[in-house]
T-cell receptor
Framework: EAQVTQNPRYLITVTGKKLTVTCSQN?????MSWYRQDPGLGLRQIYY???????DKGDVPEGYKVSRKEKRNFPLILESPSPNQTSLYFC?????????????FGSGTQLSVL | DAKTTQPNSMESNEEEPVHLPCNHS???????IHWYRQLPSQGPEYVIH???SNVNNRMASLAIAEDRKSSTLILHRATLRDAAVYYC??????????????FGKGTLLTVNP
């Protein structure tokens, strides 16, 4: 089954403790991206990647890092999480990232930073 | 990114058609109109997209105004499972802009039994 898999589904951590949220897709997609969703603000793009070793900032990249060493994986790294990064995070992918392509989303990771 | 405007919420009755409007008056000639929906506790799910002509698929229909400044997502017979937040977004088809994507707040659709 074609899917985007995020782990973990829920994560509670403390301020400053480095964490990684994993994202993997099995569709051989070149384009992957991360979003955060906050009440009243919709989904905002954090980072995106057009291909292996090619990444760029979205609208809200501060406090986040990403890497794209393999086509299927696109982990989101919070090196020093803060409470304002408490949010619902989604990973998405599409074939080449073109405007006429549909995006496939993961089920989300609910992160709480205490 | 060109912006879209949607009503915050709409209500429908089960088995009736639903027309979800979206205004995008600053759309450019090459922007694609996409619709996604987000069911409770799930990630957004693709519904439909189009450029100029009306589009149909198994989930819905997309009616695009002739001047492309507005569009309407049509659910032909709403079911309880269609209760979700529906997002209308524009995807720019130019250079690297198509890689950036912004979702607004969407329309919360309530379906009454």
């Amino acid at each position: 089954e074609a899917q985007v898999t995020q782990n973990p589904r829920y994560l509670i951590t403390v301020t400053g403790k480095k964490l990684t949220v994993t994202c993997s897709q099995n569709m051989n997609h070149e384009y992957m991206s991360w979003y955060r969703q906050d009440p009243g603000l919709g989904l905002r793009q954090i980072y995106y990647s057009m291909n292996v070793e090619v990444t760029d900032k979205g609208d809200v990249p501060e406090g986040y890092k990403v890497s794209r060493k393999e086509k299927r994986n696109f982990p989101l790294i919070l090196e020093s999480p803060s409470p304002n990064q408490t949010s619902l995070y989604f990973c998405a992918s599409s074939l080449l990232g073109r405007a006429q392509e549909k995006l496939f989303f993961g089920s989300g990771t609910q992160l709480s930073v205490l | 990114d060109a912006k879209t405007t949607q009503p915050n919420s709409m209500e429908s009755n089960e088995e009736e058609p639903v027309h979800l409007p979206c205004n995008h008056s600053t759309i450019s000639g090459t922007d694609y109109i996409h619709w996604y929906r987000q069911l409770p506790s799930q990630g957004p799910e693709y519904v439909i997209h189009g450029l100029t002509s009306n589009v149909n698929n198994r989930m819905a229909s997309l009616a695009i105004a002739e001047d492309r400044k507005s569009s309407t997502l049509i659910l032909h017979r709403a079911t309880l499972r269609d209760a979700a937040v529906y997002y209308c977004i524009l995807r720019e088809n130019s250079g690297g802009s198509n890689y950036k994507l912004t979702f607004g707040k969407g329309t919360l659709l309530t379906v009454n039994p």
